[in-house]
């Protein structure tokens, strides 16, 4: 009878296992995945750490003169100030068409809070076309992996492009050209090519609804339509938004901005919860388009 007794429980211990197993190897599961990818920084994103006007990192910044820069105009680097979490992926941005860095400057801290390299670039001069743009944008990186002061900080393989209107443009032609790129994210692109086939990189397309200069009709959802069908692609439409909304804080362009980078840069599927399913139009936003799940 007691053996008996002893044998049941052991038969409830062993079914309570089995029972428990599941939620067991959920949890292993989910420490093997952080282990398995050596790009994630920074803790698990919340949507306000992404909405946040900065994030987890400490930001120091270094300035490349114009004179020390081959291919492109110098500009402002922005760098996580601890060396404690490794190396970063790292993006180049470009302004617009006239602009200058401070145009896009924001985007540097808020961007760099978050865990990458970034350097806002000024062009070799403020009327270059997009092509033009695009080789700047290269050259830039080019000299953030290999000359600049922060080199040993970046990781060379994981990088990405930005930019605003010319240089939104500019970002486009960068990843047709350098098919290593992790992602691309022009803000209200302007081109005279409106189709781009030949870009295997991430592309989040982000355009304005009010946009005169560069209208999403001719420019920012042509742009996305013709990215290939099976790319990692999206399209954020903002809403109330002008040609220029990009050239000030905008919490829409940096939450998105961010988790598109980290998706792609960091390869960081922590981030996808902002990604899919789509997001649904609000306030901020006229329309989304895009495929899910990513990375498929
Ligand atoms: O960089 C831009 O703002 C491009 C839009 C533009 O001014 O085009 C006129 C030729
Ligand atoms: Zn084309």
Redesign the pocket.
């Known amino acids: 009878m007691r053996r008996h007794l002893a044998a049941a429980a052991t038969a409830t211990a062993a079914s309570l296992t089995l029972l428990l197993a599941p939620g067991v190897r959920a949890a292993d599961t989910a420490d093997a995945a952080a282990a398995a990818n050596p790009y994630e920084r920074g803790p698990a994103p919340t949507r306000a750490s992404v909405e946040a006007l900065r994030g987890p990192y400490a930001v120091s910044q270094t300035t490349v003169s114009s004179l020390a820069a081959t291919g492109f105009g110098g500009g402002t680097i922005y760098y996580p100030t601890s060396t404690a979490d490794g190396t970063f992926g790292a993006v180049v941005i470009s302004?617009?068409?006239?602009?200058y860095q401070s145009s896009i400057a924001w985007l540097g801290p808020r961007l760099a809070s978050q865990g990458f390299v970034v350097f806002t670039i000024d062009t070799l001069t403020t009327l270059d076309q997009?092509d033009s743009r695009g080789r700047q944008l290269l050259a830039a990186l080019d000299h953030l992996t290999q000359r600049s002061a922060v080199r040993g900080r970046i990781d060379a393989g994981r990088l990405g492009v930005m930019g605003?209107?010319?240089?939104?443009?500019g970002t486009l032609e960068a990843a047709k050209s350098r098919p290593s790129l992790k992602a691309a994210v022009p803000l209200?692109g302007?081109n005279t090519d409106k189709t781009w086939p030949e870009i295997t990189t991430p592309t989040l397309v982000i355009g304005a609804d009010g946009d005169t200069?560069?209208p999403v009709a001719t420019h920012s959802e042509p742009f996305y339509e013709s990215l290939p069908g099976s790319l990692d692609k999206a399209y954020l439409e903002l809403n109330g938004a002008t040609?220029?909304t990009p050239n000030t804080s905008n919490t829409t362009i940096a939450k998105y901005s961010i988790a598109w980078l980290k998706r792609f840069v960091d390869d960081d599927t922590r981030y996808e919860q902002f990604l899919c399913p789509l997001p649904r139009p609000d306030l901020t936003i006229e329309e989304y388009r895009g495929s899910c799940p990513l990375g498929s």
Do not use: K, L
């Open positions: 302004p617009g068409f006239t602009a997009p605003h209107s010319m240089g939104g443009g209200t302007w200069v560069a040609h220029f």
